[in-house]
């Protein structure tokens, strides 16, 4: 399978520097566990043990930090769809293991729910950078599930696609508010939903 791979606009920097780093890292930990709006500026600096100057030097505002954290996670996860898809034998396993990966987040410990869907919450405005990188992500979701759907012989991947995407949005949601019966939950759905495109015998 060959996944999407990120556009110019969500790909991580080539090179960063350690206080880059600290920052991201801090801001990855503060906005998803408090949310982005009440973490502020100097409080993100004292986590990562960066002067101001050194903030504004790598993001001259906080939302170019928002947008660093939502690549950092497009990105991982990119890189788990695409390294389930090589690793395992076919494209229903690897449509298997994503769903199971999903079902393990959702009951993980510290979940608080989709990082792209609580940005969205935060950004109202579709053509903020945050919200155009969450579309950005969500399309992506939709376009790789349907290749490996396709590859497994459903019969109309992009439709389960497009719903299992919704299922998935339903689980983060409900792993957030219910905790572990929702991953049982999105199992036993998304087989149910893709039918023909499970995993091989």
Not at 10 to 31: G, I, M, Q
Request: glycine fraction near 10%; hydrophobic fraction near 45%.
């Amino acid at each position: 399978m060959t996944v999407p791979a990120p556009s110019p606009s969500s790909a991580a920097p080539a090179k960063a520097s350690a206080a880059r780093t600290r920052l991201v890292t801090a801001a990855a930990e503060l906005f998803y566990a408090e949310g982005i709006h009440t973490v502020g500026i100097d409080r993100l600096i004292a986590a990562a043990g960066v002067t101001k100057a050194t903030f504004y030097r790598h993001f001259p505002a906080k939302d170019d930090l928002v947008v660093a954290y939502l690549r950092g996670r497009d990105a991982t996860i990119r890189a788990g769809v695409e390294q389930a898809a090589a690793a395992l034998p076919g494209p229903g396993d690897a449509l298997k293991a994503m769903v199971e990966g999903l079902g393990d987040e959702v009951c993980g410990d510290g979940f608080r729910g989709c990082p792209f869907i609580n940005a969205a919450a935060e950004y109202p405005d579709p053509d903020h950078p945050v919200r155009r990188l969450v579309t950005e992500h969500r399309t992506w979701f939709r376009a790789a599930a349907a290749e490996l759907l396709r590859a497994a012989g459903h019969p109309d991947p992009a439709a389960a696609a497009a719903s299992l995407l919704l299922v998935r949005d339903g689980a983060m949601i409900g792993g957030y508010l219910d905790g572990a019966a929702a991953r049982e939950t999105l199992i036993s759905t998304a087989a149910a939903l893709l039918g023909g495109g499970g995993g091989e015998e």
